[in-house]
Every structure is written in C-alpha cells, then in structure tokens.
C-alpha cells in the first residue's frame, strides 16, 4: 500500500454502491444514500477534505431487456434513468461532488488498465467453460435470467449469481432445478471460452488485509473469513454476447462482466471530480491522491457483500491502489416489519414518498436507526409518525421557534452577554460525544445526543421563565433567552449532517453565515437576528395515502403477437401458444379450446401477464398468462389489435411498478371486468398508447 500523506491533508473519497440503471430509486435505496451523504457532510463540516463520489451502474442484460420493453436504445434509458435518478438524490438532499455513469471513458480505461495490470500478474487466465445456454431463446442465459435452488441453502427462486436468503455466490450452472425466467424452459449447457480471475491466489492478502483492518464490523469479517477459510473460486469476469457492456479488449463478443466494471465506476467518478469538477472549486486533485494516497469508505448493503470484501479489494490490491480503510455494510429496509413488496402496498419509490412527506423527515427516521451494523432497518409507519412529532418537532423544531419568536416579541431581537458555565460544560462534553458518535457512523447516538441538547435547553427555557423575567428585569431576561439562542444556533451545527435545510433556515432566521463545526465554540453575544418562523410541522393524516399502493401497479401487462396455436397433447382444456411478447418469444397454456380454434388465434394481438412466474401446466411451461374475459357462457380473449408487441397496457391514475415476479394468486385479488366490449379496472378504461382494449363480450370478469 501506498504511503500516506499527513493525517490533516490527506484526502477521503465515500462511496455509495452504484444503483442500477434499471428503475426508479425507492425508499429502500435511500437508507444508504441518507446514510452517506450524513457521514460525508460530517466530514466536511469539521473540515476534512473529503468528496463523495458515486454513479449509475449501467451495464448488463437486463438494462437491454429493459430498454427493449420500452422500445428505445439502452443509451437513451441509461440517460433518461441518470437524469432522474439526480433528481430523485437531490430532492433528498443528497449532495453528490461527482455522480457519473459506467458507461463512461474513463470507466472503460480504468476496466481496460486494471485488466491488463492483473493480466501482467499472472491473475487472468483463459478456460473452456460449460455455460447455462435456452435453446428456446437461443442465447447463453445472464445470472439474472436464470432461476432455481440455491446449491447451499436450497432456497427456491433464486437469481443464478447469488442467493438472496444466504448471500452464497455461485455459478449459474450449479443452480438446482434451474429454468429460463424468459420463457420459462428449462435450459442446456453450451461451452464457451472465458476469462478467469484468480481469486485463489489472492486468499492469504485477503485475509491479511481482514485481519489487520480494525474499522471493519466484526461479523461481517467473521462472515468473510470464514468464505476464505471454505476456500475461494476462481470469478469468471466475461460474458457472452449480446451483452450491454465493455468489450474485453482483442475480443469481439467477449464482455466484462458487469460486477468487474461496476465498483471501478468509484474510480471513475472520482475522476470525473479530478478531472471536471474540482478546477471549478479552485481544488487541484488527482484520483492517485485519493486512491493511491487518500482514504477509501465505502458504504454497501449486505447482499454484496462478497463483492466488495473478496473480488473488490482483490483487484485493487493486485493493480497498484490503495484498499479500503472502511466498508460499512448496512441491512435491508422494512416497511412494517415486513419484505417491501408492491403487492402488499408497502412498496414506493422516492417519488411517491415526496407527493406525500418532507424528505428530511425521512433523513431523521433513518439517522434515528442507523448505527454501524448490518441489522435490517424497519419503517413502522405508527412510530415514524411518533419520532417526526414529539422529537424532531417538539425536542427541536418548537425549542427553536419558542426561543427566536420569544426575542423577536419581547426582545427587540437583538441578544446579549450571558454566563452559564456549569450548563455550558455539561453542553461541550455532549458536543464531543456527537462528534464521537458521528464518527463511528452510530447516528442514532448523534440523535439521541442531540435530543437531550435540546430537552436541556427546553428545560433551562422553562425553569428561568423568561415572560415572567422581562416584565421584572428586562436585561436579566434577555441573558436567558440570549444563552438558549446560542443553544439553537449550536444545534442547527450538530443536526446539519442530518438535516441540511432544517439547518440552513436557523441559520437565515439567526442572520449568520453557514456554520462549520468549530462554530461551536463561537458564542452570537450582542447579535440581531431575523424573523422567526415555524420549522417543521406535525405529521397528521398523510401516512396512510402513501402506505397504500394500488396492487394493478405490479402487474407488467403488455401486448403480445401470436405465432402459433396448437391442442394440449395432455389437457382437452388447454391451449399451447406461441407468443411474441416484444421483448422475447415464449409459451404459455391457456384455458381456450372449446372457445377458439387454434387457427383463430394466429396473428391476434392479445394481452398477457409477462411477470407471471412459469409454471408447468400437465408437462408444458406456460411463462405468463394471456387475459380473458368471461360471462359463464363465453371465453374471449382481450385484444388491442391496432398496437404491436411489446405496447404496455396500462390505466389512468396507476403507474406501472411491476414485481420480478408474481404468482396467480396475487393477480386473483385484482377485479378486471369487461362491459361494452371494454375492459375496466376500477372504472378506467385497459389501453395502449394507440386504444382502448376491446373484447368481444358484453359483460362480464377477466380471468
């Protein structure tokens, strides 16, 4: 490792993990982001040269899956998803110094460079490999469209590159009972010839680095060590085309895996802050400045975990930078104690939650529950409410406006001399103790701390009484009054890492500049200040509005061409058709004979179910579920015979927010009924961007 500059001038880069290109940011997302974006402005308010780097990961299948669905080129979604992506980041207060894209220049040189340098190591070696192939799609099948047991826990449905219940990491072709989540078939093997990297030979540097890095949770290195100890596999870093990616270079349909060009999206965006931004701040930098003699943190759920303690440092230590000081991993987000799911209305993005609620009520719920662990995190709607109302309002909220509304009244807003020094070195060892707690990345203790600041300063408002003070002793009031000021202007500086524009209004009401953390040594004696306002108000009824979701939200429901139609071998009832779904070709069963010939179906442009999960219907897979409408007389299909495969079908009022996956029970609970040969969901009308859904029944329901 590098050796280090001085403490006070050496310089910190935070990282965020990378949210993918793939969707909207949802409250989940932004425990970590929150999280972050506190510590770094900690940092930067007690004056360490530190920047937070982040980017949109923007690489992989599913972004050209995506993009295919939408009908626009994988570039327009990765930039439409960044743009709103920012928004949604900064609508949250969350004050990046670089956000950038992998799907960069310097994100592809910094892949091609760390290659090259593990490959002049001897760590990069080629191997015929027997890889997961769909013979129905015609395609070697990415870890994420491929579905089965995890080979360690057993646990059923999961992706084909890590369990979700276990955090194993594994090879798609050591799944059990593996199926296609494109069509649902069960796939073959097919060799290719692939790029390794030799993680093994990495083993001892890793566990050394483990072992002496002290900042690291124990049970997460416990976690790591023990993945060490069971012995490392040697991490395929290619795939094949087609492939949304860097090409390995000299190949041409050889791609870097995604996981192997994502983390180097925090090199970099660092230097898109080196290289772009910094000049303009009057800041010369170099990204060897913060990667080769600076302090690297990142910030990491617990799912990737294996990534950033294994493959991460592996590459870094073996391609000249320096490793991590700091990774701090964090737990999962509850909403209710329970798995945030659409079809449960529990389920919102970051967007939804603004209709609704102040975005910094949700920075204090967080910080009120965040301490350097991998718990899961619980949104309790019931005790969301309780903190934002009787702390963040009634400890500091109302002491603010109490204290500054009171000089403004009776005061002629202008402050004094004071003298509290038993009080006031009570306050500086607090103060400390926040630093402290801030620096260990335990918010919840910052809060806490500066809670009881405020429950001090309310209690020393209340004893000294001060409308009864200024009617006797006008000066001795205004010294009383003067003292909890100062205590409101010190809490606009402990709280500013967690509340920014709380923190910014005290400032505007006090008349004063932006404050640093050594302000806090710095008493407003004979100071004037502003008109006092109200800072935040109570939470009332708006909860339940966003704890609700409509369950239509999850479905994908889209047009889907008809290819071919043929008899059930195995189910007089059944159907077999071959369907274009826009974004593939697949199968499904349907429940139509008696109702339609076959022939009669060729070239219709029905509805379907694409996130339906596959299912064997008497031996064949159906990979979705087309809709019909019934009277108890009648099948006919919903058609939209005017807009072509892949066109979604949606209602006004409902944005669409499908699930991966849902199960038939979950579309069961929604009521779809037809009249007028129109399909309606709760009275709106099913309809393309072209027309309204048309079936050929008078009334009736959708099945």
Same mark, same amino acid.
């Given at each position: 490792?590098?050796?280090?500059?001085?403490?006070?001038?050496?310089?910190?880069?935070?990282?965020?993990?990378?949210?993918?290109?793939?969707?909207?940011? =949802?409250?989940?997302?932004?425990?970590?982001?929150?999280?972050?974006?506190?510590?770094?402005?900690?940092?930067?308010?007690?004056?360490?040269?530190?920047?937070?780097?982040?980017?949109?990961?923007?690489?992989?299948?599913?972004?050209?899956?995506?993009?295919?669905?939408? *009908?626009?080129?994988?570039?327009?979604?990765?930039?439409?998803?960044?743009?709103?992506?920012?928004?949604?980041?900064?609508?949250?207060?969350?004050?990046?110094?670089?956000?950038?894209?992998?799907?960069?220049?310097?994100?592809?040189?910094?892949?091609?460079?760390?290659?090259?340098?593990?490959?002049?190591? *001897?760590?990069?070696?080629?191997?015929?490999?027997?890889?997961?192939?769909?013979?129905?799609? #015609?395609?070697?099948?990415?870890?994420?469209?491929?579905?089965?047991?995890?080979?360690?826990?057993?646990?059923?449905?999961?992706?084909?590159?890590?369990?979700?219940?276990?955090?194993?990491?594994?090879?798609?072709?050591?799944?059990?009972?593996?199926?296609?989540?494109?069509?649902?078939?069960?796939?073959?093997?097919?060799?290719?010839?692939?790029?390794?990297?030799?993680?093994?030979?990495?083993?001892?540097?890793?566990?050394?680095?483990?072992?002496?890095?002290?900042?690291?949770?124990?049970?997460?290195?416990?976690?790591?060590?023990?993945?060490?100890?069971?012995?490392?596999?040697?991490?395929?870093?290619?795939?094949?085309?087609?492939?949304?990616?860097?090409?390995?270079?000299?190949?041409?349909?050889?791609?870097?895996?995604?996981?192997?060009?994502?983390?180097?999206?925090?090199?970099?965006?660092?230097?898109?802050?080196?290289?772009?931004?910094?000049?303009?701040?009057?800041?010369?930098?170099?990204?060897?400045?913060?990667?080769?003699?600076?302090?690297?943190? /990142?910030?990491?759920?617990?799912?990737?975990?294996?990534?950033?303690?294994?493959?991460?440092?592996?590459?870094?230590?073996?391609?000249?930078?320096?490793?991590?000081?700091?990774?701090?991993?964090?737990?999962?987000?509850?909403?209710?104690? +329970?798995?945030?799911?659409?079809?449960?209305?529990?389920?919102?993005?970051?967007?939804?939650? @603004?209709?609704?609620?102040?975005?910094?009520?949700?920075?204090?719920?967080?910080?009120?529950? @965040?301490?350097?662990?991998?718990?899961?995190?619980?949104?309790?709607?019931?005790?969301?409410?309780?903190?934002?109302?009787?702390?963040?309002?009634?400890?500091?909220?109302?002491?603010?406006?109490?204290?500054?509304?009171?000089?403004?009244?009776? @005061?002629?807003?202008?402050?004094?001399?004071?003298?509290?020094?038993?009080?006031?070195?009570?306050?500086?060892?607090?103060?400390?103790?926040?630093?402290?707690?801030?620096?260990?990345?335990?918010?919840?203790?910052?809060?806490?701390?500066?809670?009881?600041? #405020?429950?001090?300063?309310?209690?020393?408002?209340?004893?000294?009484?001060?409308?009864?003070?200024?009617?006797?002793?006008?000066?001795?009031?205004?010294?009383?009054?003067?003292?909890?000021?100062?205590?409101?202007?010190?809490?606009?500086?402990?709280?500013?890492?967690?509340?920014?524009?709380?923190?910014?209004?005290?400032?505007?009401?006090?008349?004063?500049?932006?404050?640093?953390?050594?302000?806090?040594?710095?008493?407003?004696?004979? /100071?004037?200040?502003?008109?006092?306002?109200?800072?935040?108000?109570?939470?009332?009824?708006?909860?339940?509005?966003?704890?609700?979701?409509?369950?239509?939200?999850?479905?994908?429901?889209?047009?889907?061409?008809?290819?071919?139609?043929?008899?059930?071998?195995?189910?007089?009832?059944?159907?077999?058709?071959?369907?274009?779904?826009?974004?593939?070709?697949?199968?499904?069963?349907?429940?139509?004979? *008696?109702?339609?010939?076959? +022939?009669?179906?060729?070239?219709?442009?029905?509805?379907?179910?694409?996130?339906?999960?596959?299912?064997?219907?008497?031996?064949?897979?159906?990979? #979705?579920?087309?809709?019909?409408?019934?009277?108890?007389?009648?099948?006919?299909?919903?058609?939209?015979?005017?807009?072509?495969?892949?066109?979604?079908? =949606?209602?006004?009022?409902?944005?669409?927010?499908?699930?991966?996956?849902?199960?038939?029970?979950?579309?069961?609970?929604?009521?779809?009924?037809?009249?007028?040969?129109?399909?309606?969901?709760?009275? +709106?009308?099913?309809?393309?961007?072209?027309?309204?859904?048309?079936?050929?029944?008078?009334? *009736?329901?959708?099945?």
């Amino acid at each position: 490792m590098a050796d280090k500059k001085t403490d006070k001038s050496r310089r910190t880069v935070v990282t965020s993990a990378l949210p993918y290109a793939n969707g909207p940011i =949802h409250i989940g997302h932004m425990v970590e982001y929150i999280q972050t974006d506190i510590f770094v402005r900690f940092l930067k308010l007690t004056g360490e040269p530190a920047i937070y780097c982040c980017a949109d990961d923007t690489h992989g299948t599913p972004i050209e899956i995506s993009a295919n669905k939408k *009908g626009i080129p994988p570039f327009q979604l990765i930039s439409d998803m960044h743009k709103e992506h920012l928004e949604d980041f900064q609508a949250f207060h969350i004050d990046f110094d670089s956000y950038y894209s992998t799907n960069s220049d310097e994100n592809r040189e910094y892949s091609d460079f760390i290659f090259n340098k593990l490959k002049e190591k *001897g760590l990069i070696y080629r191997k015929e490999v027997e890889l997961t192939y769909c013979q129905k799609c #015609g395609r070697f099948l990415p870890d994420r469209y491929v579905k089965g047991k995890c080979p360690k826990c057993n646990a059923t449905d999961q992706y084909g590159d890590v369990c979700e219940k276990c955090n194993a990491t594994y090879s798609t072709t050591d799944l059990v009972e593996p199926y296609c989540t494109i069509c649902g078939s069960a796939p073959t093997r097919k060799k290719s010839n692939h790029y390794f990297f030799k993680l093994s030979a990495c083993s001892d540097d890793l566990k050394r680095w483990l072992q002496e890095n002290k900042n690291l949770q124990p049970e997460v290195k416990n976690y790591v060590l023990n993945w060490i100890k069971e012995g490392l596999k040697d991490w395929d870093i290619t795939r094949d085309g087609p492939y949304f990616g860097f090409n390995i270079p000299g190949e041409k349909d050889l791609y870097y895996y995604v996981w192997l060009d994502a983390p180097i999206g925090y090199i970099s965006s660092t230097a898109n802050y080196c290289n772009s931004i910094a000049e303009e701040r009057g800041d010369k930098c170099s990204v060897d400045d913060y990667w080769k003699h600076g302090r690297i943190i /990142h910030f990491i759920g617990k799912d990737i975990t294996y990534f950033h303690f294994l493959f991460w440092p592996a590459m870094l230590m073996n391609s000249g930078f320096s490793l991590p000081e700091d990774i701090a991993v964090h737990g999962f987000l509850t909403v209710n104690k +329970e798995k945030m799911s659409k079809s449960r209305g529990t389920f919102f993005t970051a967007k939804d939650y @603004l209709k609704i609620l102040d975005p910094e009520y949700l920075r204090f719920y967080y910080a009120s529950n @965040l301490t350097k662990s991998m718990s899961d995190i619980d949104l309790d709607f019931e005790d969301f409410r309780s903190s934002i109302n009787n702390k963040l309002v009634a400890d500091l909220g109302n002491f603010a406006y109490r204290v500054l509304s009171f000089l403004n009244r009776n @005061l002629g807003s202008r402050s004094s001399d004071f003298s509290e020094p038993k009080l006031e070195k009570e306050l500086r060892k607090k103060f400390e103790d926040i630093k402290k707690a801030y620096s260990s990345m335990n918010f919840r203790e910052a809060v806490n701390l500066i809670l009881e600041t #405020g429950s001090i300063g309310n209690k020393y408002f209340q004893d000294r009484k001060p409308w009864d003070l200024v009617k006797e002793n006008e000066e001795n009031a205004r010294e009383a009054v003067s003292f909890c000021m100062n205590l409101v202007k010190n809490i606009s500086i402990l709280v500013k890492p967690i509340l920014p524009e709380f923190s910014a209004k005290i400032e505007k009401q006090l008349k004063i500049e932006e404050q640093s953390w050594d302000d806090l040594n710095e008493d407003l004696k004979n /100071h004037e200040i502003g008109t006092a306002e109200i800072l935040v108000k109570k939470i009332e009824g708006e909860l339940e509005s966003i704890a609700v979701k409509d369950p239509f939200a999850m479905l994908d429901l889209a047009v889907a061409g008809v290819l071919e139609a043929k008899p059930h071998p195995d189910a007089d009832k059944l159907l077999i058709l071959q369907i274009d779904t826009g974004i593939d070709k697949r199968q499904i069963c349907a429940g139509l004979a *008696g109702y339609y010939q076959p +022939e009669d179906l060729v070239g219709k442009r029905i509805v379907v179910i694409r996130n339906l999960k596959p299912a064997k219907l008497r031996g064949e897979v159906s990979a #979705g579920m087309l809709l019909a409408g019934g009277d108890g007389k009648s099948v006919r299909v919903l058609e939209a015979p005017d807009s072509i495969p892949g066109s979604a079908v =949606h209602v006004n009022g409902i944005e669409p927010q499908p699930e991966k996956e849902i199960s038939i029970d979950d579309f069961a609970k929604l009521m779809i009924k037809t009249e007028a040969r129109k399909a309606y969901y709760k009275g +709106e009308p099913l309809k393309t961007e072209k027309e309204e859904v048309s079936v050929d029944l008078e009334k *009736g329901k959708v099945s």
